[in-house]
């Protein structure tokens, strides 16, 4: 398969900006290489329904501007409907943990939630900040808009919160000791 097909596959999984240095580092090829197939994807993409976002030296998928209005109307419809299983367990672990990671979202789900979180994200539910011991990495915190909508003042008030939370901890530290060198 072609640099330009793989870029766009790691790309979409992804979900979120990626900068060219680390799809270099990913793909084991030269940054010269993948500036070449970033530039080819680009063209690959044009008129169509995606396009290839480029910020500084990241780069990410997005949806052509010309469907703004479609999207739009898709994002109303969707923040009206009820939050999916995978949406409340999701929210469920931000809120208790009350800061982590998205890997430590995915291993205690057991799946991918880069969606999921994204989803939560457009609805206003979490917030996406820098990781003060990693900036490499995000943290994923509950909204004021949740905590207002739920009606509480703080992650204290939640239901059981002291042993929800500690059952979280225990399995984010299991996967501490799991990659940990």
């Known amino acids: ?30 940054e010269a290489e993948i500036n070449e197939a970033v530039e080819k994807l680009k063209e690959n993409l044009k008129e169509r329904g995606i396009v290839l976002l ?55 789900r057991g799946v991918n939630s880069s969606f999921t979180l994204r989803a939560l994200s457009i609805r206003g539910l979490v917030e996406k900040i820098t990781d003060p011991k990693d900036a490499r990495r995000y943290i994923y915190r509950p909204s004021f808009e949740l905590l207002s909508y739920m009606g509480i003042k703080s992650i204290e008030e939640l239901p059981d919160f002291v042993e929800v939370s500690n059952s979280i901890n225990i399995a984010a530290k299991s996967l501490e000791e799991k990659t940990s060198p």
């Open 1 to 30: 398969m072609n640099l330009e097909s793989k870029i766009e596959a790691i790309l979409f999984w992804k979900g979120e900006p990626m900068s060219r240095k680390r799809l270099a580092e990913v793909l084991k090829v030269g």
């Open 54 to 108: 480029e910020k500084e030296k990241e780069v990410m998928l997005g949806t052509a501007p010309e469907l703004s209005d479609l999207i739009e109307n898709l994002q109303k419809e969707e923040l009206n409907k009820d939050l999916s299983k995978a949406s409340l367990e999701t929210l469920s672990i931000v809120l208790y943990k009350n800061g982590v990671s998205r890997a430590e979202i995915d291993y205690i």
